[in-house]
């Protein structure tokens, strides 16, 4: 890849790729991750949830819970001092179920214990009666009104409609197809945690893993009752996020608990609970049309894209409008028709995970474009060529890209990289489909290529006021410049921590930079997600150097003396709209990212068992600021997408979770992902700082599908839902 | 009851164990040692592989009294002082540490690769670390460390 050096008074600026500051740290044992927390006299806190998809709560009798040794507290919706609602877009979820829970693994009381152990036991002598009642599981009924109504407005959560050009637009080649996308998890490996400490104040210090400081201490404060000075957040050290930490888990429960006995309380989910505490990817059912002309230009696309958003609504109003508005992918289409729905439903809470909403159409619309190479009789690279937006591109939503869309150069380049070579007769099972297993010397097995593109929307849409905070301090320390930063802006394991410490440098000239705690002392940051934290608050970090430069005037930071510069700067990127409600047009994307995959698989087609042989990748990042984390978070992003490809899905039936641990929901091990030959391309986008483009999202959209699509071409399957099992390879 | 373990060449001992705690549960909350972690507590993630006895095992499928006696060495006890241990500085070189939390398991269980083949081949890196999972890297980075540090 290429990167150039930006010009500038110090080594370790922006497109260099410098060490973590807490990588030492990390790999000592030393960081301090939310589970890690510790506190002298402190509790346990557990979480009794229903075992039922949707019940009434007859009752819940507490009697003997609380007269187990060791037990400080047991507390149900009645010790809920606030709003018992909350919710990120809507609030429609109880802190704790008063009379009605709507999933498998709703919260219904908490138990505070002086060990994790005396928790659970006391947790087992809660009498809950609840009255059984008939789920609503299936997403296209739930949109057609039938079963119960789970929520006063029904059980639609929202519906975006696309009309673009001509409705009526015929065409010579028409294909259709209908597709599934499973559950998918985050399966972040540090567990939901954290530790509250009540405070002399009445107040709580809640020390928690995740994305968004302020939007849970807005959800906390209304539950608690308290003012927002009262509850102050400090983010933990946070093992992995992928979206899965957008939403609340352990934090009202815990302060709840905390202010309850007066104790520090310290809530760990084990793994079983993890599946149950936070929401997934919704599953979705996709259908198709997509009309061409012989030479295999598309004339129009329709679909209809409905996604479970499960018993509560978290960001599934987000994840609708990214399915709608981004549905044909990157290409253009002059008529299109889309209609796209989130339910409510008593299956498992979905809201965002990486490439929310992006991901389920991608896998549909690059199915379709494979089917339309396949009815034109083209070559799948050449149909995606004829079609691939460019910069000027007129999007179903009536916005133009107005900055680089190189779709069509990210195709050639994965067609301009070697392909692996031919197997050899003697194989290292390792390298085999089943691998050690034995189960193929070479026979049976077969290989396939397949290629895919993809768009994400970076940074939050629709008319969002999205904003981060940022304070530069500047002083001098032992006769060097220091700098001193402080955001609310969550470290996930991204590297966010590295990047501020980059632009810091390359705009202040200043070797030591320090990146403080990131808590609520500070102005909101916004959300780590929506690949937008270097775009936001690298773009407020750098507006708050400025501001400090212009404080020094003519100075050298060395000729500051006593002298300290300390600016806070809340920094925007340019706003966007709302969709129209009729039409779905509006300029409501401030950004896109584009990535392409290339996948090259062997397929044992008798067992139907697949190893990914290579997966190459091309993605335009407008700038790297830093390569080595970028290509991180391309191979990281890849390796989710070829999880929900082959292997990765929380199964369901009734409503309820069929494999809540990592025996029975896989994930991609070193075994699984193959060598990656990675193209990154810096087009700059002359709208975002530095010319940078969210890198986070891009690569999990398209590695689903050019994985699936080279598992079809080794054997003809039609596969059109993903993760593809062996039986839809072998037809068994 | 009361266990005593060797932990990093010292010798510890916990009171008022409960004979259910695991031996990651009484390295984390009794003994101040949170490095090694509990991504999933039952032995498929690897976060918190340990040498009990200089080979390596998953701490939390060891009941806490299993160890009694024997020797452990965590995460914590494989630098010498301030100087890392050169898998643990090929990590960080390496970029192969994101959110970090299987990082303790990986260095551990690279650690013994290397002490046990110095110089492995690929097939042999992966077959080594197929049981710790990584949710950030997509593993190229680790592979990457590895090899580092099999030439330092």
């Given at each position: 890849m290429t990167t150039t050096e930006q010009a500038t008074g110090t080594a370790n600026?922006?497109?260099?790729?410098?060490?973590?500051?807490?990588?030492?740290?990390?790999?000592?044992?030393?960081?301090?991750?939310?589970?890690?927390?510790?506190?002298?006299?402190?509790?346990?806190?557990?979480?009794?949830?229903?075992?039922?998809?949707?019940?009434?709560?007859?009752?819940?009798?507490?009697?003997?819970?609380?007269?187990?040794?060791?037990?400080?507290?047991?507390?149900?919706?009645?010790?809920?001092?606030?709003?018992?609602?909350?919710?990120?877009?809507?609030?429609?979820?109880?802190?704790?179920?008063?009379?009605?829970?709507?999933?498998?693994?709703?919260?219904?009381?908490?138990?505070?214990?002086?060990?994790?152990?005396?928790?659970?036991?006391?947790?087992?002598?809660?009498?809950?009666?609840?009255?059984?009642?008939?789920?609503?599981?299936?997403?296209?009924?739930?949109?057609?009104?039938?079963?119960?109504?789970?929520?006063?407005?029904?059980?639609?959560?929202?519906?975006?409609?696309?009309?673009?050009?001509?409705?009526?637009?015929?065409?010579?080649?028409?294909?259709?197809?209908?597709?599934?996308?499973?559950?998918?998890?985050?399966?972040?490996?540090?567990?939901?945690?954290?530790?509250?400490?009540?405070?002399?104040?009445?107040?709580?210090?809640?020390?928690?893993?995740?994305?968004?400081?302020?939007?849970?201490?807005?959800?906390?404060?209304?539950?608690?009752?308290?003012?927002?000075?009262?509850?102050?957040?400090?983010?933990?050290?946070?093992?992995?996020?992928?979206?899965?930490?957008?939403?609340?888990?352990?934090?009202?429960?815990?302060?709840?608990?905390?202010?309850?006995?007066?104790?520090?309380?310290?809530?760990?989910?084990?793994?079983?609970?993890?599946?149950?505490?936070?929401?997934?990817?919704?599953?979705?059912?996709?259908?198709?049309?997509?009309?061409?002309?012989?030479?295999?230009?598309?004339?129009?696309?329709?679909?209809?894209?409905?996604?479970?958003?499960?018993?509560?609504?978290?960001?599934?109003?987000?994840?609708?409008?990214?399915?709608?508005?981004?549905?044909?992918?990157?290409?253009?289409?002059?008529?299109?028709?889309?209609?796209?729905?989130?339910?409510?439903?008593?299956?498992?809470?979905?809201?965002?995970?990486?490439?929310?909403?992006?991901?389920?159409?991608?896998?549909?619309?690059?199915?379709?474009?494979?089917?339309?190479?396949?009815?034109?009789?083209?070559?799948?690279?050449?149909?995606?060529?004829?079609?691939?937006?460019?910069?000027?591109?007129?999007?179903?939503?009536?916005?133009?890209?107005?900055?680089?869309?190189?779709v069509a150069e990210l195709l050639r380049r994965l067609t301009a990289k070697p392909l692996p070579p031919a197997p050899l007769e003697e194989r290292d099972l390792r390298t085999l489909p089943g691998g050690v297993?034995?189960?193929?010397?070479?026979?049976?097995?077969?290989?396939?290529?397949?290629?895919?593109?993809?768009?994400?929307?970076?940074?939050?849409?629709?008319?969002?006021?999205?904003?981060?905070?940022?304070?530069?301090?500047?002083?001098?320390?032992?006769?060097?410049?220091?700098?001193?930063?402080?955001?609310?802006?969550?470290?996930?394991?991204?590297?966010?921590?590295?990047?501020?410490?980059?632009?810091?440098?390359?705009?202040?000239?200043?070797?030591?930079?320090?990146?403080?705690?990131?808590?609520?002392?500070?102005?909101?940051?916004?959300?780590?997600?929506?690949?937008?934290?270097?775009?936001?608050?690298?773009?407020?970090?750098?507006?708050?150097?400025?501001?400090?430069?212009?404080?020094?005037?003519?100075?050298?930071?060395?000729?500051?003396?006593d002298k300290v510069l300390d600016e806070t700067v809340e920094w925007r990127h340019r706003p966007t709209e709302t969709l129209d409600p009729e039409t779905g047009a509006g300029n409501a994307h401030v950004q896109y990212g584009f990535a392409a995959h290339r996948a090259v698989v062997d397929v044992d087609v008798d067992l139907g068992l697949v190893k990914v042989v290579q997966l190459d990748c091309a993605q335009d990042v407008g700038k790297a600021l830093n390569p080595q984390a970028v290509l991180g978070q391309i191979q990281g992003g890849s390796a989710q997408g070829l999880g929900l490809a082959v292997m990765e899905e929380i199964q369901t039936r009734d409503g309820k979770i069929r494999n809540p641990s990592f025996t029975d929901y896989l994930i991609p091990t070193v075994l699984d992902m193959p060598p990656m030959s990675i193209d990154v391309l810096e087009l700059a986008d002359p709208h975002a700082p530095y010319g940078l483009r969210g890198v986070g999202e891009p690569p999990t959209i398209s590695s689903t599908p050019a994985i699936v699509a080279a598992i079809r071409a080794a054997t003809g399957q039609a596969l059109t839902r993903v993760p593809v099992r062996p039986e839809h390879i072998t037809g068994t | 009851m009361r266990l005593n373990v060797t932990v990093n060449g010292e010798a510890k001992q916990a009171d008022d164990v409960w004979e259910g705690e695991s031996l990651l549960y009484v390295l984390r909350e009794r003994l101040g040692l949170p490095g090694s972690k509990n991504a999933c507590e039952q032995g498929e993630c690897g976060s918190c592989t340990v040498y009990l006895d200089d080979v390596p095992a998953c701490s939390c499928l060891v009941a806490a009294g299993q160890a009694e006696g024997r020797e452990v060495r965590t995460v914590e006890g494989l630098a010498d002082g301030e100087r890392l241990d050169p898998v643990q500085q090929s990590f960080v070189d390496a970029g192969a540490v994101q959110c970090g939390f299987c990082t303790p398991g990986l260095v551990v269980a690279a650690h013994d690769l290397l002490n046990r083949v110095p110089d492995p081949s690929d097939e042999e890196i992966r077959e080594a670390l197929a049981g710790n999972l990584c949710r950030c890297t997509g593993y190229e980075k680790i592979l990457d460390a590895v090899r580092m540090a099999s030439t330092r």
């Amino acid at each position: 890849m290429t990167t150039t050096e930006q010009a500038t008074g110090t080594a370790n600026g922006i497109g260099t790729s410098p060490r973590r500051p807490d990588g030492t740290g990390k790999v000592r044992g030393e960081f301090a991750y939310s589970s890690d927390l510790w506190h002298e006299d402190m509790l346990w806190g557990a979480t009794l949830r229903s075992p039922h998809p949707y019940a009434r709560i007859k009752g819940i009798d507490l009697t003997e819970a609380v007269a187990v040794q060791g037990v400080y507290a047991v507390l149900t919706h009645e010790d809920v001092p606030g709003v018992n609602r909350y919710g990120l877009e809507h609030a429609d979820q109880p802190v704790l179920a008063v009379d009605v829970v709507r999933y498998q693994g709703e919260p219904v009381a908490l138990v505070a214990a002086d060990h994790p152990e005396t928790a659970r036991r006391a947790m087992k002598r809660i009498k809950v009666e609840y009255e059984v009642l008939e789920p609503v599981t299936d997403v296209v009924k739930a949109v057609s009104g039938e079963g119960a109504r789970l929520h006063p407005g029904g059980n639609i959560v929202r519906h975006v409609p696309i009309r673009h050009g001509n409705p009526n637009a015929t065409a010579e080649v028409v294909v259709t197809g209908s597709y599934e996308v499973g559950m998918q998890d985050q399966a972040f490996l540090g567990p939901e945690s954290g530790l509250a400490i009540p405070a002399e104040d009445g107040g709580v210090d809640l020390f928690v893993a995740t994305q968004w400081l302020h939007v849970d201490q807005r959800q906390i404060v209304a539950a608690l009752g308290l003012p927002e000075e009262k509850v102050r957040l400090t983010l933990g050290g946070v093992g992995g996020a992928f979206g899965g930490r957008e939403d609340l888990s352990i934090q009202v429960h815990a302060c709840l608990l905390a202010l309850r006995t007066g104790k520090p309380v310290k809530m760990v989910y084990n793994r079983e609970e993890s599946f149950y505490g936070h929401v997934h990817r919704h599953p979705a059912t996709l259908h198709y049309e997509h009309g061409a002309d012989r030479d295999g230009r598309l004339v129009y696309v329709k679909a209809r894209i409905y996604l479970d958003g499960g018993a509560y609504a978290s960001s599934t109003p987000a994840v609708v409008a990214n399915a709608a508005t981004l549905g044909v992918g990157p290409y253009d289409v002059p008529n299109v028709s889309i209609d796209c729905w989130g339910t409510y439903t008593n299956n498992p809470p979905c809201g965002a995970m990486r490439g929310f909403g992006a991901v389920q159409a991608g896998f549909a619309y690059e199915s379709q474009m494979d089917r339309l190479a396949e009815a034109c009789g083209l070559d799948p690279v050449e149909v995606r060529l004829r079609n691939a937006m460019s910069e000027g591109s007129v999007l179903p939503t009536g916005q133009v890209v107005d900055s680089a869309a190189p779709v069509a150069e990210l195709l050639r380049r994965l067609t301009a990289k070697p392909l692996p070579p031919a197997p050899l007769e003697e194989r290292d099972l390792r390298t085999l489909p089943g691998g050690v297993s034995n189960t193929t010397h070479g026979e049976g097995v077969v290989r396939g290529v397949g290629y895919a593109v993809g768009i994400k929307n970076v940074c939050f849409s629709e008319g969002f006021d999205d904003y981060s905070t940022a304070r530069v301090r500047l002083e001098v320390v032992g006769g060097e410049p220091a700098a001193t930063v402080q955001t609310a802006a969550c470290e996930v394991g991204q590297g966010l921590v590295t990047v501020l410490q980059q632009i810091v440098r390359s705009e202040l000239g200043v070797e030591r930079v320090t990146i403080l705690p990131m808590d609520t002392t500070i102005g909101n940051a916004g959300s780590t997600s929506a690949s937008r934290q270097t775009y936001v608050t690298g773009g407020a970090v750098r507006a708050a150097c400025l501001a400090v430069r212009e404080a020094l005037g003519p100075l050298s930071p060395y000729e500051l003396g006593d002298k300290v510069l300390d600016e806070t700067v809340e920094w925007r990127h340019r706003p966007t709209e709302t969709l129209d409600p009729e039409t779905g047009a509006g300029n409501a994307h401030v950004q896109y990212g584009f990535a392409a995959h290339r996948a090259v698989v062997d397929v044992d087609v008798d067992l139907g068992l697949v190893k990914v042989v290579q997966l190459d990748c091309a993605q335009d990042v407008g700038k790297a600021l830093n390569p080595q984390a970028v290509l991180g978070q391309i191979q990281g992003g890849s390796a989710q997408g070829l999880g929900l490809a082959v292997m990765e899905e929380i199964q369901t039936r009734d409503g309820k979770i069929r494999n809540p641990s990592f025996t029975d929901y896989l994930i991609p091990t070193v075994l699984d992902m193959p060598p990656m030959s990675i193209d990154v391309l810096e087009l700059a986008d002359p709208h975002a700082p530095y010319g940078l483009r969210g890198v986070g999202e891009p690569p999990t959209i398209s590695s689903t599908p050019a994985i699936v699509a080279a598992i079809r071409a080794a054997t003809g399957q039609a596969l059109t839902r993903v993760p593809v099992r062996p039986e839809h390879i072998t037809g068994t | 009851m009361r266990l005593n373990v060797t932990v990093n060449g010292e010798a510890k001992q916990a009171d008022d164990v409960w004979e259910g705690e695991s031996l990651l549960y009484v390295l984390r909350e009794r003994l101040g040692l949170p490095g090694s972690k509990n991504a999933c507590e039952q032995g498929e993630c690897g976060s918190c592989t340990v040498y009990l006895d200089d080979v390596p095992a998953c701490s939390c499928l060891v009941a806490a009294g299993q160890a009694e006696g024997r020797e452990v060495r965590t995460v914590e006890g494989l630098a010498d002082g301030e100087r890392l241990d050169p898998v643990q500085q090929s990590f960080v070189d390496a970029g192969a540490v994101q959110c970090g939390f299987c990082t303790p398991g990986l260095v551990v269980a690279a650690h013994d690769l290397l002490n046990r083949v110095p110089d492995p081949s690929d097939e042999e890196i992966r077959e080594a670390l197929a049981g710790n999972l990584c949710r950030c890297t997509g593993y190229e980075k680790i592979l990457d460390a590895v090899r580092m540090a099999s030439t330092r």
